[in-house]
């Protein structure tokens, strides 16, 4: 065999040998490396999740993106001061019973009935309707306010009614048809209170907020 013939076999070797160890030792084409486990990493898969979790997943609802929550706590404001004229309240009725500060009470029983009516004025300005059974919710509110409010009426009518001669007897308020009315809306605002406070207590216990019994209302 000549020298140019052998040259020939030994380059044709070479380029054989060359065309093995790319094919053994990873000189397939891109094709093959989408299929191995051991693939390109860099791409992103369809199913890699996100800053946000899974991608196509909405992300997990915290209570800090419960759009229920602002509307709890605003209810909450206005039902903190729901109770401020509960103490005058009390007071000015006892002292109708006992003939004493009738002007006094009779004013202090208005001004309460303005301020719970006030209350519904604030309740119906609310957007409450995330709330759970917020319907039910703020109904009972409302009715008890204006029970409230109608009872400081009475009341308070009743303190004008014992200021007027003979309108007590041995230091005691004479009852009216207005104590009677008074002392019947009391007991309707006493039930929806309750009422409320029941609808409340669950939510104010889901957001953190202030549980209230009925009288707190």
């Known amino acids: 065999m000549g020298v140019p013939?052998?040259?020939a076999v030994v380059?044709?070797?070479?380029?054989?040998?060359?065309?093995?160890g790319a094919a053994l030792?990873?000189?397939?084409?891109?094709?093959?490396?989408?299929?191995?486990?051991?693939?390109?990493?860099?791409?992103?898969s369809p199913s890699a999740p996100g800053p946000d979790g899974p991608a196509g997943a909405a992300p997990d609802r915290t209570p800090a993106q419960d759009s229920a929550r602002p509307?709890?706590?605003?209810?909450?404001?206005?039902?903190?001061?729901?109770?401020?004229?509960?103490?005058?309240?009390?007071?000015?009725?006892?002292?109708?019973?006992?003939?004493?500060?009738?002007?006094?009470?009779?004013?202090?029983l208005r001004g309460a009935a303005e301020q719970r009516r006030g209350l519904v004025t604030r309740l119906d300005g609310l957007t409450v309707d995330r709330l759970p059974g917020h319907r039910e919710l703020t109904r009972s509110l409302a009715a008890a306010w204006e029970a409230s409010a109608e009872a400081d009426d009475?009341?308070?009518a009743w303190a004008d009614q014992a200021a007027r001669p003979k309108?007590?007897?041995?230091?005691?308020?004479?009852?009216?048809?207005?104590t009677a009315r008074g002392n019947a809306a009391s007991g309707r605002a006493t039930e929806a209170k309750k009422e409320a406070s029941e609808r409340w207590n669950p939510i104010a216990a889901r957001y953190g907020l202030t549980a209230r019994g009925g009288d707190q209302l």
């Open 11 to 20: 380059v044709g070797c070479a380029v054989l040998g060359l065309g093995v």
């Open 25 to 44: 030792f990873g000189g397939g084409g891109g094709g093959d490396k989408d299929k191995s486990p051991g693939g390109d990493r860099s791409a992103v």
């Open 167 to 178: 309108g007590c007897k041995k230091d005691k308020a004479r009852p009216t048809g207005r």
């Open 71 to 108: 509307q709890a706590r605003e209810l909450d404001r206005l039902l903190a001061d729901s109770n401020d004229s509960r103490a005058a309240v009390i007071r000015s009725v006892e002292n109708i019973k006992r003939c004493t500060a009738l002007p006094q009470a009779a004013a202090d």
């Open 5 to 7: 013939v052998i040259a």
């Open 154 to 156: 009475h009341y308070a």
